[in-house]
Every structure is written in C-alpha cells, then in structure tokens.
C-alpha cells in the first residue's frame, strides 16, 4: 500500500485544490484530510458521513461546586489562568485549562473532577472519488497531532480491510507537530510551493523534515508563471535538497472557479489546466512505485 502526502510550508498554496484533483486521477483511493487545524477537503469532495465518532484526548478539571468549600488554593497553584473567581464561587475556564491536573491533586476536599476531554468528531464518508478519512475539532483544541495519527490508523484499517492500495491525503501546512505526525513512514511526500521568497523559505524546512524522516519528497511550484525567476530558483534548490522535482502549474483563475463550484480542476477543465495536473499526478505516480520498491530493485 503506497501512501501519498500533499504538504506544504505554508497554507494558500494550493494543496488542497492538488490533493482533489489528484483523487480524481487516482485509481481507489482513500482520501484523508489531515490538515486538521483548518480542513476543507470536504468542501469540494462533497462527503457523505457513514460513520461518526467522538474523538476525545487528554483531560480537563471541572470543580464540583456542591463538594467545594471555597478555599481558594486551586485558584493559587493553576499556572495557566484556568481557575476563575466570580464572588466566592471558583470554576474552571475549559478554554484554558491544560490538564496538568495540579489543582485536583491539592485539592483538601477532593472537589475536581478530572474527565477526559472531547476534542472533536472524525468521520468515515462516501466520496464519488473513494472513502474519505476526515474530522473536525472543536473550537480552541490543541490536539491536532493526536488526530491526525488517529486519522492515519483509519485510512490503513480501512485500507487493509477493503484491500485499497494508495491512501492519498491533504497534509496540514507549516513543520508543526500535526505535519510530524502525518510524515512518518508515508511513501512520498509531494511539497507544493508558491515562486516567492517566503515560499522558498518555507520549502527549505519543509525539506528538511522530509530529510529527518527519511520521507522522498518532491516539489510541484503552482502558479510558476507568476515569477518565473523565483521558480527557476526554487528548482534549483531541488537537488542539495534532496528533493524530486515533479513540475510546474500555471496560474490559471479556473482552480478559483473549481473550488467556487466545489469542483476538482480535473472535473472542471478536463484539458488545459486538468490535463497539465494529469501529466503531473502520473509522474508523481510513478516516483511513489519506484519509492515503494525494495532498494535492489531501483
Ligand atoms: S481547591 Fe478545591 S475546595 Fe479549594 S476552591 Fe478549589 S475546588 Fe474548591
Ligand atoms: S488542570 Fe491544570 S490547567 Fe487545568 S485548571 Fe487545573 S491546574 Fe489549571
């Protein structure tokens, strides 16, 4: 089973839009969406939910008013500002706390409860492109690494039980620990970048987490027209990058109109722009077999 990752340094680049036309060219796939923090695969994929489930991670203090005396020491010791005050009432702001579980350790009556906490949902879909893997957490929530390790273990459950061969995903942007999380053992890695400085920057750390994790990776600058003289630089970088150079994209206002439509490129101009994404997907294709291959055989 190959596993294809979009990623990039930074969120606008285009990944998402990428990721949905690649789905479209994919044969099976299983779609997942690990950009967490900020998902939108789901917008132009159209999934229809088949499973749901709660997804809870780490804890969180809430006081029991009816067994607290007042006594003020969790309000104290909370380093983070969690424990409010309101008269001679004390209770916890959930959004603040970090669940290191100090004031309930304290505590002289035993007042805190100290529950796990719901982050959020994930979701088992039907696309018309495959099954989609994806989630939503819930407001302010800091787990986005542990998500995404667990949307991984369902797009392989599922891929072992229903013999699909390639999970493709829409990786978060940036070398967070969400984007840690999505890299290890993946098959390859596709990097997409923006021809401006920054973009290059950001390709630079991108690449070297890639190189950490022993992950190939290749880089596809999208709307390369727009500056030729950067991209040209940014493909330069490729080889003491250790990076693959898988092409280029032209800027073209119809992946703004695809999205708009909540379509992928491919579906909404089959030629010019869909064709130059095809092109690119069976290079990309093609480098995922040969990663997947034992060393000798290279
Ligand atoms: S430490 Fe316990 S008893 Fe004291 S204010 Fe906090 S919850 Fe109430
Ligand atoms: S668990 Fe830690 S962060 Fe949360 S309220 Fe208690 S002391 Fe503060």
């Not at 991984?152 to 039980?161: G, P, S």
């Not at 990786?171 to 973009?199: D, K, M, Q, R």
């Not at 703004?256 to 130059?276: C, N, W």
């Amino acid at each position: 089973m190959h596993e294809i990752l979009i990623i990039s340094g930074k969120g606008g680049t285009g990944k998402t839009s990428l990721t949905a036309a690649f789905a479209r060219l994919a044969r099976r796939p299983i779609i997942c969406d690990l950009d967490v923090d900020a998902p939108d695969l789901h917008l132009l994929l159209n999934p229809k939910p088949q499973q749901t489930e709660m997804f809870w991670s780490g804890r969180e203090a809430r006081i029991l008013q009816e067994n607290c005396d007042a006594c003020g020491d969790c309000f104290q010791r909370c380093q983070f500002g969690a424990i409010k005050k309101s008269g001679q009432r004390f209770w916890v702001d959930p959004l603040r706390c970090e669940g290191c579980g100090v004031c309930k350790h304290f505590c002289p009556v035993g007042a805190i409860a100290f529950e796990q906490k719901l982050c959020g949902e994930w979701y088992r879909s039907h696309t018309d492109l495959g099954p989609m893997v994806h989630a939503q957490l819930g407001p302010a929530q800091e787990n986005s690494g542990r998500m995404v390790t667990l949307l991984r273990e369902q797009a392989k459950r599922l891929a072992d039980m229903e013999r699909f061969d390639l999970i493709l995903s829409d990786g978060p942007p940036g070398i967070g620990c969400p984007v840690i999380s999505s890299l290890a053992n993946v098959t390859l890695a596709i990097v997409v970048t923006e021809p401006t400085p920054s973009g290059r920057h950001d390709l630079e750390r991108v690449a070297e987490l890639c190189r950490h994790f022993k992950v190939p990776a290749g880089i596809v600058v999208n709307k390369w027209d727009l500056n030729p003289a950067q991209t040209a630089k940014i493909e330069a970088l490729a080889p003491q990058q250790k990076l693959q150079r898988f092409g280029r994209i032209n800027f073209d206002p119809a992946f703004t109109d695809a999205m708009v439509q909540r379509q992928s490129i491919g579906a909404y101009q089959p030629r010019g722009l869909g064709k130059q994404v095809a092109a690119l997907w069976d290079r990309i294709l093609a480098a995922a077999l040969k990663a997947h291959q034992p060393e000798a055989v290279r």
